[in-house]
């Protein structure tokens, strides 16, 4: 019969906390149950950063570098002047309106280019404009301003 007097945890689910470190009498003495020598038996040797080949040299410094990263590059999010038709005419575009619109995931930095038609007159302000973009917005009679 099973009740409340005799609720007990299943059997196997409590263990005992294992002691180690306390004389070799205890069973878990002299080496702690590390083994002897190695990487793992020296303390704060367990774990090995990212990359590490147990001393020998990287794979990552052993293949050659080449070429030049510019840390001050500049990344432009891409938006083309004929997806700007979803927009009504006489609107304000900036970085903001085009996130909400989808056209770009960032509102860093944005460059408009001169890929397809531009059908009508918008004032747009972003970060960069391509040439025929700028002469497409211009040729409709929208504005184009570069904002930092």
């Given at each position: ?29 002299r ?13 704060g ?14 794979i ?12 001050f590059?500049?990344?432009?999010e891409?938006v083309?002047v ?26 860093k ?7 397809g ?5 918008l ?22 301003e570069?904002?930092?």
């Open positions: 019969m099973i009740g409340l007097y005799n609720l007990r945890p299943a059997k196997g689910s409590k263990h005992r906390k294992k002691i180690v470190g306390r004389g070799v009498s205890s069973g878990h003495g080496t702690s149950t590390r083994g002897s020598k190695g990487q793992k038996s020296r303390s040797d367990g774990a090995k950063k990212i990359g590490f080949e147990g001393g020998q040299v990287p990552f410094k052993r293949i050659p570098k080449r070429g030049f990263t510019n840390q590059r500049k990344e432009y891409i083309n004929g997806n700007l038709n979803k927009f009504e005419a006489d609107v304000e575009v900036t970085p903001t309106v085009l996130k909400e619109a989808g056209l770009v995931g960032t509102t930095l944005v460059k408009i280019l001169g890929v038609e531009l059908k009508k007159s004032t747009i302000k972003v970060a960069a404009f391509s040439r025929s973009a700028l002469e497409k917005i211009q040729a409709i009679g929208g504005k184009a570069v904002i930092k």
